[in-house]
């Protein structure tokens, strides 16, 4: 337990240190909060987001660059690099096995989540009047299910890549997939409705994340997907996934 | 009561063959070296000591243990310093250090060993920034840090300036005489002279020498050769006819006399007998680098 504390407190300061990674995770997002907050306009509700305003319907998709930032794309980045350079090999020489290193980089990935989920919704409520959101159950089991899935894919990722080029080569398109229908780039009521359908059941599930925020619980075949994703990736990665 | 003991181990990839046929033993407090050429299958039997890697054939036993199977007890009290293994960038020699310490049940102070490394100055830099024989000598701490009774370690020296290899000597001497095994995968023969107790000489994986620096010397090339430039003519036979000499040549004013036993002695009484003045004498004799090459046919990479 001292080697993973340790071990999860080094990891903590090299995410921190390395600027940046916490400015994507967690600046960038409530950063673009405020400055779509700011615009009177986006304040409003509108008939066409369902009599929401742009911010609040936009919020989800912000919590989608966290959770596609630091599951896709940091996770398996980092892991590949730790093993390609020996990281993972030389630790295993110790008494602290490199699965304390995975455990720590997952862990660290689940905060950097946590936080920017909370900083979210508390300056969209103190500052913009974004309701909390009304289905707690529902919104907290959607993101947990999401972070799974994405987490999961991103370590299938790590366990796939041979080296740290070739993990970045498989993340990228899939971090850029998951921004897309998360509606990060484009936001979703201007894409094509077959488009928005399979952003629906596109890791993390921002419709799932939008619905429990705002009102409504989750469609459970939002849910069941993500937790389907997240167990056959998970499996796929831990079967494949090689220290060195 | 050997510390390490490694019975014919055989080691394939795939159909390459690493390791043959390896066999020795390591006694409690000597330093052990490993030497042979590029791909003899050094790293890939250290490794498989260090239970690293799953030996094919063949036994190896370390402080009574197995490598595999007792591995959780092993971790703690063997170190190992790998050939090709290096930290994250950002992380610094101070944080490396002290998160290793805490992976072991009585760890040295990584203060103390920041310093006998000559790391001191480089405590907070960053992994990126040291230089190549800085990050060597952090290895090797990282190695050191959790007080091993058994020391592995893989290319020691490769990469540090002369003064830092002579500093590096100083210390694994050091911690060798604190009790601990040391086993040193090298290609330096000046190394390999100056700290081994033993040598095993290891080429296309099988062991094909196994003895002291000097056993290895004078098991392959007893002969030591003196060369000098006489002051007057001289009769070859006034040399051959001495006992110690197999073979007088010469190139150009230069007489090259080769032999054995107590040759120096033997030419220059004769040559004073003869009131002959030996200029330019230079007794020369068989190192480790002879018998490297005779042993393996490889010129040392050194
Ligand atoms: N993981 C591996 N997969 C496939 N082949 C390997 C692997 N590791 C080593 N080899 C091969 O096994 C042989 C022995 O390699 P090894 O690393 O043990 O040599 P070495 O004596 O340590 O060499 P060097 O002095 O260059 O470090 C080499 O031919 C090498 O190419
Ligand atoms: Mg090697």
Redesign the pocket.
């Known amino acids: 337990m001292h080697a993973f504390g340790q071990i999860l407190k080094i990891e903590t300061r090299l995410f921190l240190r390395d600027f940046g990674s916490p400015l994507t995770t967690v600046v960038l997002p409530v950063a673009l909060l405020v400055v779509f907050g700011l615009v009177p306009a986006a304040r409003q509700p509108e008939v066409q987001f369902g009599d929401l305003s742009f911010i609040q319907y936009f919020a989800p998709s912000l919590l989608v660059i966290t959770l596609a930032m630091s599951a896709v794309n940091i996770l398996p980045t980092v892991l590949a690099t730790y093993r390609e350079r020996g990281v993972l090999r030389r630790l295993a020489t110790t008494p602290a096995s490199p699965a304390a290193l995975l455990a720590a980089q997952l862990l660290i990935s689940l905060a950097t989540i946590l936080v920017s989920a909370v900083l979210l919704i508390a300056v969209g409520r103190l500052a913009f009047d974004v309701p909390l959101p009304r289905h707690p159950l529902g919104f907290t089991l959607a993101l947990l299910l999401g972070t799974a899935a994405l987490l999961a894919l991103g370590l299938l990722v790590a366990a796939v890549a041979r080296t740290a080029k070739s993990a970045q080569a498989m993340a990228v398109p899939l971090f850029m997939a998951v921004m897309f229908f998360g509606g990060v780039y484009v936001p979703r009521f201007i894409l094509p409705d077959f488009l928005v359908r399979i952003g629906d059941y596109t890791p993390p599930g921002v419709q799932a994340l939008l619905d429990s925020w705002t009102g409504a619980s989750p469609h459970l075949s939002h849910l069941g997907i993500m937790a389907v994703v997240a167990m056959a990736a998970g499996a796929g990665a831990a079967k494949l996934f090689r220290w060195e | 009561m050997p510390v390490i003991e490694v019975t014919r181990l055989h080691k394939r ?1 795939g159909d ?1 063959v ?1 390791v043959d046929e390896v066999s020795f033993a390591v006694e409690a407090g000597e330093i052990f070296g490993v030497l ?1 050429p ?8 250290v490794e498989c000591v260090a239970g690293l890697r799953v030996p094919d054939g063949g036994g190896v036993s370390v402080l009574g243990l197995d490598p595999r199977r007792d591995a959780a007890q092993l971790r703690q009290r063997v170190g190992v310093q790998l ?1 090709e293994s290096q930290l994250p960038d950002q992380l610094r020699v101070a944080e490396a250090l002290e998160m290793y310490a805490s992976f072991y049940r009585d760890p040295a102070d990584p203060a103390e060993l920041i310093e006998r490394l000559g790391l001191g100055a480089k405590r907070n830099t960053a992994y990126k920034k040291l230089s190549g024989g800085q990050k060597q000598r952090l290895s090797i701490a990282l190695a050191l840090v959790g007080n091993p009774e058994i020391a592995i370690l893989d ?1 020691l020296t490769t990469g540090l300036d002369p003064q830092a290899r002579r500093d590096t000597w100083s210390l694994i001497e050091q911690v060798r005489s604190s009790g601990v095994t040391i086993v040193l ?1 090298t ?1 330096f023969m000046e190394e390999a002279e100056r700290l081994c107790d033993r040598i095993a000489v ?1 080429d296309k994986g099988r062991v094909v020498a196994l003895d002291t620096p000097a056993g290895l010397v004078s098991s392959v090339a007893p002969e030591q050769r003196i060369r000098f430039r006489p002051s007057a003519p001289i009769d070859d036979r006034l040399l051959t006819d001495l006992p110690e000499v197999s073979a007088v040549q010469r190139t150009g004013s230069q007489v090259v006399v080769t032999g054995t036993g107590d040759l120096l002695h033997a030419v220059t009484s004769v040559l004073a007998r003869n009131q002959i003045v030996a200029a330019d004498l230079r007794l020369e004799q068989s190192t480790l680098d002879d018998a490297f090459v005779e042993l393996t046919g490889h010129r040392p990479v050194a």
């Open positions: 990839y390459l690493a042979g590029n791909g003899a299958g050094k790293t890939t039997t050939q290319e995968v290609h290891i």
